[in-house]
T-cell receptor
Framework: DAGITQSPRHKVTETGTPVTLRCHQT?????MYWYRQDPGHGLRLIHY???????DKGEVSDGYSVSRSKTEDFLLTLESATSSQTSVYFC????????????FGDGTRLSIL | AQKVTQAQTEISVVEKEDVTLDCVYE???????LFWYKQPPSGELVFLIR??????QNEISGRYSWNFQKSTSSFNFTITASQVVDSAVYFC???????????????FGKGTKLSVKP
């Protein structure tokens, strides 16, 4: 199993509160990704990182920010959570960007009431 | 624009039947990669296979086989003699090598839910 840990695994919070999800890897991979999974949509990319302090937006980045201060940690922040951000969030890592598979963490189930 | 279509939303088969999951992709890139992932009921995403655009050879791994046809932009997945443990959601995904700042990011299809009944 790829060494990827997501925390927390489950979270329930209220609209308007800030939320931070953490992805930690032990593989020293350069690339890290955050996806959200919603019924009928598959997985959609939120943000990704191609190195420490190097991040870029994905398909559904509005309302989310990320930070990567160390190779092993990639944080996803919802500054002011909304009910539309209720989802399952997956972190992924890969050695390089295009031709290597991404390996996924076990996901975080986030409910915003 | 890049796109992955999995037209079969749900498939139900009886154990030992063969089943094929369809995947059709769109890309403007000449170098790209195709992937299949499995998501069992426990929720994790498991990498199954990667194919690059220059290799159209079919691949077989045990009961799993993949048929890549550039002429029809398809990358179909067949499970032979299905088992209950094959019940999962299966995702096809595309990664482009060359275009734009998002090269390499995965574009997923919406998934096909396979139920294998005993």
């Amino acid at each position: 199993d790829a060494g990827i840990t997501q925390s927390p695994r489950h979270k329930v919070t209220e609209t308007g509160t800030p939320v931070t999800l953490r992805c930690h890897q032990t593989e020293n991979h350069r690339y890290m990704y955050w996806y959200r999974q919603d019924p009928g949509h598959g997985l959609r990319l939120i943000h990704y990182s191609y190195g420490v302090k190097d991040t870029d937006k994905g398909e559904v980045s509005d309302g989310y920010s990320v930070s990567r201060s160390k190779t092993e940690d990639f944080l996803l922040t919802l500054e002011s959570a909304t009910s539309s951000q209720t989802s399952v969030y997956f972190c992924a890592i890969s050695i390089n960007q295009a031709n290597q598979p991404q390996h996924f963490g076990d996901g975080t189930r986030l409910s915003i009431l | 624009a890049q796109k992955v279509t999995q037209a079969q939303t749900e498939i139900s088969v009886v154990e030992k039947e063969d089943v094929t999951l369809d995947c059709v992709y769109e890309t403007r890139d000449t170098t790209y990669y195709l992937f299949w992932y499995k998501q069992p009921p426990s929720g994790e995403l498991v990498f199954l296979i990667r194919r690059n655009s220059f290799d159209e050879q079919n691949e077989i791994s045990g009961r799993y086989s993949w048929n890549f046809q550039k002429s029809t932009s398809s990358f179909n997945f067949t499970i032979t003699a299905s088992q209950v443990v094959d019940s999962a959601v299966y995702f096809c995904a595309l990664s482009e090598a060359n275009y734009g700042g998002s090269q390499g990011n995965l574009i997923f299809g919406k998934g096909t839910k396979l139920s294998v009944k005993p």
